[in-house]
């Protein structure tokens, strides 16, 4: 990229080799030059897994991964640190989907390994011994075995299920459209994928709900909305009874804390996109082919978009916001395919814990840093009390 100033070169590259190398090194190390084929292929699979009638299916699954977790993990508790907590609820429900049955034992053994990773991906790519890079393709090579042996087991169950098998979770559902010639990806493909929706679904719902809780804790009204709106669904429930698609879909003031919180704190600082033609653009000339990165977190506060973009205000959804200014989940074509399976957990899980708790936040002064996420410095421990039901 050239302009006046003549540095914008030497950017884009380092953002064109950042992207290459952390993708193939932890999730797709087998990347080959059919990779375009291939990743078309993958994302109409994901979005054929991920259509809105799994997703229906599986809020049943999610509200009982919740339920139990609030269980064991929250209710009797004075004390709480929020993100590593609920990135177990998360790696629980993304694990479930993307393995089935076999992940209770999976996401418990490789929990600590998965933070590794997560924190290794934007890591300086030379294996230097206790690194965070090196330990990071430790860990990669240690989940990437698990989910191969957990792959492996299931194509076997397959040759002997035959053409009545069901794709219940995502590697079963590739290893049936693979022996139905849909696609040809191999083992290798469909677990560096499976690996890689689980690093990005888990880390991605961990931080939202992270931060919901924290904003929450100071934002008594926009709580008791909240909690308005989750008592009516309730109410119309018995307390055994799970909830349901429709139930999400009545979420609305919920979802729009939810958006504001993806609009102050996005999990993704950003996304690249490449240029498909030469581009001017306030001075700077964008050749075709080069890598454009698109900075979210930097249009999502901009005044001339979003007024007091400081306040945090989830009614400034009830307006129109212009098209791309706006993109916690990405946009066009490329669009996160899993935002409706996001949006499923967040609210199942916000659900039962603002009817069942209030906290306080125990750090004020805490502050958060990207490690690439926002992460809390402390994790956001929290003073945890029951709430006094209606």
């Given at each position: 990229?050239?302009?006046?100033?003549?540095?914008?070169s030497t950017?884009?590259?380092?953002?064109?080799?950042?992207?290459?190398?952390?993708?193939?090194?932890?999730?797709?190390p087998g990347l080959r030059p059919t990779g375009s084929y291939s990743a078309t292929t993958v994302r109409g699979a994901l979005q054929g897994f991920l259509k809105p009638e799994m997703v229906r299916r599986y809020v049943c699954k999610i509200d009982h991964e919740v339920r139990s977790h609030v269980e064991l993990n929250w209710v009797g508790r004075d004390i709480v640190t929020v993100l590593p907590t609920v990135?177990?609820?998360?790696?629980?429900?993304?694990?479930?989907?993307?393995?089935?049955?076999?992940?209770?034992?999976?996401?418990?053994?490789?929990?600590?390994?998965?933070?590794?990773?997560?924190?290794?991906?934007?890591?300086?790519?030379?294996?230097?011994?206790?690194?965070?890079?090196?330990?990071?393709?430790?860990?990669?090579?240690?989940?990437r075995k698990a989910i191969t042996n957990i792959a492996q087991k299931k194509q076997e169950s397959l040759l002997h299920a035959g053409h009545g098998a069901a794709g219940n979770d995502f590697i079963t559902y590739m290893l049936i459209l693979c022996s139905q010639g849909v696609h040809s990806l191999t083992m290798e493909d469909i677990v560096d994928n499976a690996m890689s929706l689980i690093v990005g679904a888990h880390e991605t719902s961990s931080v939202?709900?992270?931060?919901?809780?924290?904003?929450?804790?100071?934002?008594?009204?926009?709580?008791?909305?909240?909690?308005?709106?989750?008592?009516?669904?309730?109410?119309?429930?018995?307390?055994?009874?799970?909830?349901?698609?429709?139930?999400?879909?009545?979420?609305?003031?919920?979802?729009?804390?939810?958006?504001?919180?993806l609009r102050t704190v996005p999990p993704v600082f950003g996304s690249f996109r490449t240029a498909t033609k030469d581009i001017e653009y306030q001075g700077y000339h964008i050749p075709k082919g080069w890598k454009v990165f698109a900075a979210q977190s930097v249009t999502h506060m901009d005044a001339q978009i979003f007024h007091e973009p400081h306040n945090f205000d989830p009614t400034r959804f009830e307006k129109f916001v212009p098209p791309y200014c706006y993109m916690p989940f990405g946009g066009g074509p490329r669009m996160c395919p899993g935002n409706e399976f996001a949006r499923?957990?967040?609210?199942?899980?916000?659900?039962?814990?603002?009817?069942?708790?209030?906290?306080?936040?125990?750090?004020?002064?805490?502050?958060?840093?990207?490690?690439?996420?926002?992460?809390?410095?402390?994790?956001?421990?929290?003073k945890l009390n029951i709430r006094s039901m209606p």
């Amino acid at each position: 990229m050239t302009s006046g100033s003549g540095t914008g070169s030497t950017s884009m590259g380092r953002c064109l080799c950042l992207r290459c190398w952390a993708r193939r090194q932890f999730c797709w190390p087998g990347l080959r030059p059919t990779g375009s084929y291939s990743a078309t292929t993958v994302r109409g699979a994901l979005q054929g897994f991920l259509k809105p009638e799994m997703v229906r299916r599986y809020v049943c699954k999610i509200d009982h991964e919740v339920r139990s977790h609030v269980e064991l993990n929250w209710v009797g508790r004075d004390i709480v640190t929020v993100l590593p907590t609920v990135r177990r609820l998360a790696l629980g429900i993304i694990c479930s989907a993307v393995l089935g049955q076999e992940a209770a034992h999976f996401k418990e053994s490789l929990c600590t390994d998965f933070v590794t990773l997560g924190k290794a991906i934007l890591s300086f790519p030379v294996k230097i011994p206790f690194s965070r890079f090196s330990k990071g393709m430790t860990a990669s090579a240690k989940i990437r075995k698990a989910i191969t042996n957990i792959a492996q087991k299931k194509q076997e169950s397959l040759l002997h299920a035959g053409h009545g098998a069901a794709g219940n979770d995502f590697i079963t559902y590739m290893l049936i459209l693979c022996s139905q010639g849909v696609h040809s990806l191999t083992m290798e493909d469909i677990v560096d994928n499976a690996m890689s929706l689980i690093v990005g679904a888990h880390e991605t719902s961990s931080v939202l709900i992270t931060f919901m809780i924290r904003y929450l804790a100071g934002e008594q009204d926009i709580l008791d909305k909240v909690t308005k709106e989750q008592d009516e669904i309730a109410s119309n429930k018995k307390p055994e009874d799970a909830l349901t698609w429709d139930d999400v879909a009545k979420m609305k003031y919920t979802w729009k804390v939810a958006m504001e919180t993806l609009r102050t704190v996005p999990p993704v600082f950003g996304s690249f996109r490449t240029a498909t033609k030469d581009i001017e653009y306030q001075g700077y000339h964008i050749p075709k082919g080069w890598k454009v990165f698109a900075a979210q977190s930097v249009t999502h506060m901009d005044a001339q978009i979003f007024h007091e973009p400081h306040n945090f205000d989830p009614t400034r959804f009830e307006k129109f916001v212009p098209p791309y200014c706006y993109m916690p989940f990405g946009g066009g074509p490329r669009m996160c395919p899993g935002n409706e399976f996001a949006r499923v957990e967040i609210m199942v899980a916000m659900h039962y814990l603002v009817r069942q708790f209030r906290w306080k936040i125990m750090c004020k002064e805490e502050t958060y840093k990207r490690d690439p996420k926002p992460t809390p410095s402390l994790g956001l421990p929290i003073k945890l009390n029951i709430r006094s039901m209606p």
